[in-house]
């Protein structure tokens, strides 16, 4: 068995939920922020066989979307103080993919 653990992007989070549920594929919801933009997203639990992984990652890799972000250049440095030419464009997403080997899994 494999945890799949995902970070996606919040507005993906609902559709990719009910694309693992429709394919009887169970998953857990836990509500994070990312470290570098420190804007929310979700990170999900999906504990499937071994087998089931590629179909999740391809499930994934249809909903998430690629987007990109303006954020502040730095720290401190607004927008109203130094207009549009202080934010760079970032690029976030689809989604961040980590599976993981189970070692044990029961539900008592
Ligand atoms: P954040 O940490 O808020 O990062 C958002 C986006 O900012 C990243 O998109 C990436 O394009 C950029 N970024 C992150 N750190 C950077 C840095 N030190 N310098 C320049 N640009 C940087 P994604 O790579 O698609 O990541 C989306 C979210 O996935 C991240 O949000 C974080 O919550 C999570 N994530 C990504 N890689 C991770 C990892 N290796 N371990 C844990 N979480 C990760």
Aim: hydrophobic share 45%.
């Amino acid at each position: 068995m494999k945890l799949v653990v995902a970070i996606v992007q919040d507005r993906d989070t609902d559709l990719v939920i009910e694309t693992l549920n429709a394919r009887k594929l169970r998953v857990t919801r836990v509500a994070t922020s990312g470290g570098f933009l420190g804007q929310g997203n979700s990170t999900l639990l999906i504990g499937v066989d071994d087998f089931q992984v590629p179909l999740v990652i391809d499930l994934l890799r249809k909903v998430c979307h690629r987007r990109s972000m303006f954020v502040p250049m730095a720290a401190g440095i607004t927008e109203t103080a130094y207009g549009l030419h202080s934010q760079i464009e970032v690029e976030v997403g689809g989604a961040t993919v980590f599976v993981l080997d189970v070692e044990h899994f029961e539900q008592v």
